[in-house]
């Protein structure tokens, strides 16, 4: 098996097939790059920040508040996927404090829009649903519509990452 397909295993044959031709004929990196020409322009912690509330307050106004969005290099891409949420819940005194959290992997800095999005949307959506079920699969195609072929596309991207 080709050792860029780690990315997209699981996937079925009609998705992998393409995929693997364009990887032997050397064109996934220029089929990508005219798919998605530009990357986004959100490359601070507080513009990731402020995206993710714009998105937040649009479809989730009630979930739990966040305390922090950032980019996070240490995020490895296998294991944690893309990103990662995180509950945090400390004692304080004699009162509980929780915290939301959402970390985005630093190489998706470099992404297209539509891909950040899609990350966003995911954990957001875990703001709600903490499973990946039914459930959050739909809310996170009530945010984005076109969430599952975004969610291929970012795979896709880590590939032509590693391929550069």
Request: charged share 25%; net charge positive.
């Amino acid at each position: 098996m080709n050792q860029y397909l780690k990315y997209i295993q699981g996937y079925p044959e009609h998705i992998l097939q393409p995929v693997t031709s364009m990887l032997d004929a050397g064109t996934l990196v220029s089929w990508f790059n005219q798919r998605y020409p530009k990357p986004h322009n959100i490359k601070s912690e507080k513009a990731l920040f402020e995206y993710t509330i714009a998105i937040k307050n649009r479809y989730l106004k009630k979930s739990a508040p966040l305390s922090k969005v950032i980019y996070d290099p240490k995020i490895h891409l296998i294991n944690n996927a893309l990103g990662l949420h995180s509950y945090v819940s400390r004692v304080h005194g004699n009162k509980l404090k929780s915290k939301n959290e959402i970390r985005i992997a630093s190489v998706f800095k470099q992404a297209p829009e539509p891909l950040l999005r899609m990350l966003v949307i995911h954990e957001l959506a875990h703001l709600k649903e903490k499973d990946h079920n039914k459930a959050f699969y739909q809310l996170c195609c009530h945010m984005e519509p076109n969430y599952h072929q975004l969610e291929l596309d970012a795979r896709l991207f880590m590939i032509c990452q590693e391929l550069k």
